[in-house]
């Protein structure tokens, strides 16, 4: 079974960049689509971005040009580069990892593994 643990997550100005990873360990993450996607309070889980299995790349529109999701193979590690960050970016951010089809790749209702989260929190 697949163990997802975040990190990176803090407090950041407007503008300010971040970088979040994302760390799998009981398995290894090459035959997963690997996810970010993010709540706030009050909101319904989101899709962020994803790299599939297969090296597809997948970016909600909200963060297009600004965020960026990469995957090292060797460290077991997927990341969330963050830049030009809005305080609408503040949120719980989830790493998450799944087998199924890729049309389902921003569903979070398809998620295999989910990490427990880390907090983004974007002052203006």
């Known amino acids: 079974q697949l163990q997802l643990v975040e990190s990176g997550g803090g407090l950041v100005q407007a503008g300010g ?20 996607f993010r709540q706030a309070p009050g909101k319904e889980r989101e ?8 090296g597809g ?3 909600a529109d ?3 040009g600004r965020f960026d999701i990469s995957r090292d193979i060797v460290k077991n ?11 609408e970016d503040t949120a719980v951010y989830y790493c998450a990892a799944e087998t199924g089809p ?3 790749i921003r569903n979070p209702g398809t998620v295999d593994y989910w990490g427990q989260g880390t907090q983004v929190t974007v002052s203006s």
Not at 17 to 36: D, F, K, N, Q, T
């Open 17 to 36: 960049s971040l970088r979040l990873s994302c760390v799998a360990s009981g398995g290894y993450i090459e035959p997963y689509h690997m996810s970010w």
């Open 47 to 54: 899709f962020v971005a994803a790299h599939s299995s297969i």
């Open 57 to 59: 790349y997948y970016i």
């Open 62 to 64: 909200s963060v297009r």
């Open 77 to 87: 590690t997927v990341y969330l580069e963050m830049n030009i960050l809005k305080p």
């Open 102 to 104: 890729i049309r389902n």
